[in-house]
């Protein structure tokens, strides 16, 4: 059994049943017959789908969004805005999709070519539970306008979430098979990745999951799609606009109480500002408000989990004894996974921890020299997903972008995902892409035809 815990009051929601070996067969054997249909519809069909499957997220956002916030914890304004978001990039691929799939020609000694893009089959996806909707959907909207089909293997603790995702797309008219979700637990994915019927893979998690994954599909010789953990450097350079560079520094790291891969993680602040920046940090972290996440007041709910506090205060446990300061970072009395938004100082840079993804809200905070010394910093860690870089100097701009080793890099604005973008990282934060035309064809067979 599956059992959802409220992480605000650690009282138990739900439970629903993991599915047998039976109905796992079952609901394969449906994708694959689904397959064998979706993949010769034509693009209107599929846009047509689309659009239904964004009217039907819509229609139904409150309802979503509270599934979300009582599974796991984040606040209802920010759910809503997450449901919002996947009916856009819904609707995003049903406008865009089929100008993406469009043919197009190749010259070559003999004549022309055409490269065109097709269907590959069910693709399986393994999803966490920190944006439930969002980061299925980023797998999702792509997959159906593809003509693939999908099987969701989604995080333990947001099924209430994953039969919600199921039941917008079958509500909008979705053939049977099409987008299944598999209540199973992660000991499964490997024999379903191992399954002939099953083209390809695609994960968000955790490094650990992500290198079991990857050798289950190394060894089926399949495809996947990686986005694992970030420890995003924020650098602040003495050009940059202080006012705005702190206050949004504060909402990078406390989004989603920090549980976000593209959060900010790490301030990297030049010593001429550094004083001024901290100031307001320190007084913007300060503010920060946790509690009931169902209240428009909060600015952030609960960890996910009690054991995901657990483990935040083990590494800031881990850091003080290294001799880094803590100012916040408390875990709050009362019922539910709360703690105080927190900022770390005095971290040593070869610590293990200062190493490791801190998935909750502590910011580390590290003094640069010079531009030379902040990009030294934001690439001493094994992981490059994002990051997001402060200043108004031109030529400091092209050095971020072209030194910062990262998949996606801000410049004075908070670094968010969006349909339209390529999202995802180098290192150890993984490989491939999802979301805008990238996304779309990570799984599809991209055939030339010469006549």
């Given at each position: 059994m599956f059992t959802s815990i409220n992480p605000a009051t650690g009282e138990a929601i739900a439970t629903i049943a993991e599915l047998t070996a039976p109905e796992i067969e079952a609901r394969v054997q449906r994708a694959h017959d689904a397959f064998r249909d979706w993949r010769t519809t034509d693009y209107a069909t599929r846009t047509a789908l689309l659009e239904r499957i964004a009217e039907q997220f819509e229609a139904n956002k409150r309802r979503l969004a509270e599934i979300a916030t009582r599974e796991m914890g984040k606040t209802l304004k920010s759910a809503l805005a997450e449901v919002e978001k996947c009916a856009a990039a819904f609707r995003h691929y049903a406008q865009n999709g089929p100008a993406m799939l469009a043919d197009h020609d190749v010259a070559v000694a003999t004549g022309t070519a055409t490269a065109r893009w097709l269907p590959m089959g069910p693709v399986l996806a393994v999803m966490p539970w920190n944006f439930p909707y969002w980061q299925v959907v980023r797998f999702a909207a792509p997959t159906i306008m593809a003509g693939n089909v999908g099987l969701l293997k989604h995080a333990s603790s947001v099924q209430g979430v994953a039969a919600a995702i199921e039941e917008m797309i079958v509500a909008a008219g979705a053939p049977a098979g099409l987008f299944q979700n598999l209540a199973i637990k992660s000991d499964k994915v490997a024999g379903l990745i191992a399954d002939d019927r099953i083209v390809a893979v695609t994960l968000t998690g955790s490094e650990g999951a992500g290198m079991k994954v990857a050798e289950a599909a190394g060894r089926a010789l399949k495809k996947v799609v990686l986005e694992l953990g970030g420890s995003d450097p924020?650098?602040?350079m003495p050009s940059a606009d202080l006012d705005a560079a702190a206050e949004t520094a504060v909402k990078a790291r406390i989004q989603n109480t920090g549980q976000s891969c593209i959060c900010a993680k790490r301030m990297i602040v030049h010593a001429d500002i550094y004083d001024a920046f901290m100031e307001r940090f320190t007084a913007g972290m300060a503010r920060v408000v946790a509690g009931d996440p169902m209240d428009d007041a909060t600015d952030m709910g609960p960890l996910?989990?009690?054991?995901?506090r657990r483990t935040v205060l083990d590494q800031l446990d881990q850091l003080a004894r290294a001799g880094a300061s803590l100012t916040g970072g408390e875990a709050l009395p009362g019922k539910g996974a709360f703690?105080?938004?927190g900022i770390?100082?005095?971290?040593?840079?070869d610590d293990p921890v200062a190493q490791e993804e801190i998935f909750g809200p502590i910011a580390m905070v590290f003094r640069a020299g010079d531009i030379d010394e902040a990009i030294r910093i934001a690439n001493d860690v094994p992981?490059?997903?994002?990051?997001?870089?402060?200043?108004n100097d031109a030529a400091e701009k092209a050095r971020f972008v072209r030194d910062i080793?990262?998949?996606m890099t801000a410049i004075n604005q908070l670094l968010a995902s969006a349909p339209q973008a390529p999202f995802g990282g180098v290192k150890r934060s993984g490989h491939g892409r999802e979301l805008g035309p990238y996304g779309l064809h990570e799984f599809m067979n991209l055939k030339t035809i010469v006549e």
């Open positions: 924020f650098i602040v996910s989990s009690e054991e995901q703690m105080s938004a770390l100082t005095g971290v040593p840079l992981f490059g997903l994002g990051s997001s870089v402060w200043t080793e990262a998949g």
